[in-house]
């Protein structure tokens, strides 16, 4: 595709109900890294892909939160049991390479982020 | 501890003038610098990418610089627009392999009035 979508844009939820996002990275891409950004925060990075396989799960906030993606593309993430801390702007994004690739300049594209609000 | 500092936190500027952003950091090992406009309710999308070597960069009206030794980078916006209106996100690479590499500031809020 031309860019990176997700889906939904907007998710409004009441607390305790399980959420899924997805996300579409440009095609080609090995990479993918999913990122939440609060408020008036910065992005706080949750966990990335190369390929189908997540080398680092560091980010990811607790065990509600888990992600998974199916034949190098399109990926999900699922918040279980969510809580009204989990609001926020979920943002995917793709490259090329990995950008941990020692020297790599590669630009990293970010979809337009799906918002969620947990009631 | 690798971070990513941004000043100011806002600014509102009135058009066609220009104005600095900074970005100080202490990731290491250093791999590069990068500059993210985002708009609201958008993703954030690349303005520039920086390497060790390498002290300024232009992009349109966009001018970053870098100061590898005191760490710290600045983005120059000349005779801005309203369209400029915007979130600017600096974001350091570390040279690692398998974990992510990227380290974000929080960004500087950027309004240009008219």
């Known amino acids: 595709g031309a860019g990176v979508s997700q889906s939904p844009s907007n998710k409004v939820t009441e607390k305790g109900k399980d959420v899924e996002l997805r996300c579409d990275p440009i095609?080609?891409?090995?990479?993918l890294y999913w990122y939440r950004q609060s408020l008036g925060q910065g992005l706080e990075f949750l966990i990335y892909f190369q390929g189908n396989s997540a080398p680092d799960k560091s980010g990811l906030p607790s065990d509600r939160f888990s992600a998974e993606r199916t034949g190098g593309s399109v990926s999900t993430l699922t918040i279980q049991r969510t809580q009204q801390e989990d609001s926020a702007v979920y943002l995917c994004a793709s490259s090329s390479t990995h950008l941990g690739t020692s020297g790599s300049n590669e630009t990293q594209y970010f979809g337009p982020g799906t918002r969620l609000l947990v009631l | 501890k690798n971070q990513v500092e941004q000043s100011p936190q806002s600014l509102i500027i009135l058009e066609g003038k220009n104005c600095t952003l900074q970005?100080?950091?202490?990731?290491?090992?250093?791999?590069?610098l990068r500059w993210y406009k985002q708009d609201t309710g958008r993703g954030p999308v690349s303005l520039t990418i920086?390497?060790?070597?390498?002290n300024t960069k232009s992009n349109g009206r966009y001018t970053a610089t870098l100061d590898a030794d005191t760490k710290q980078s600045s983005l120059h916006i000349t005779a801005s627009q309203l369209s400029d209106s915007a979130s600017y996100i600096c974001?350091?690479?570390?040279?690692?392999?398998?974990?992510?590499?990227?380290?974000f500031g929080k960004g500087t809020r950027l309004s240009v009035i008219a």
């Open positions: 920086m390497t060790f070597s390498e």
């Open positions: 970005c100080n950091y202490t990731v290491s090992p250093f791999s590069n």
């Open positions: 095609s080609g891409h090995t990479a």
């Open positions: 974001v350091v690479s570390a040279k690692v392999m398998r974990n992510t590499p990227l380290v």
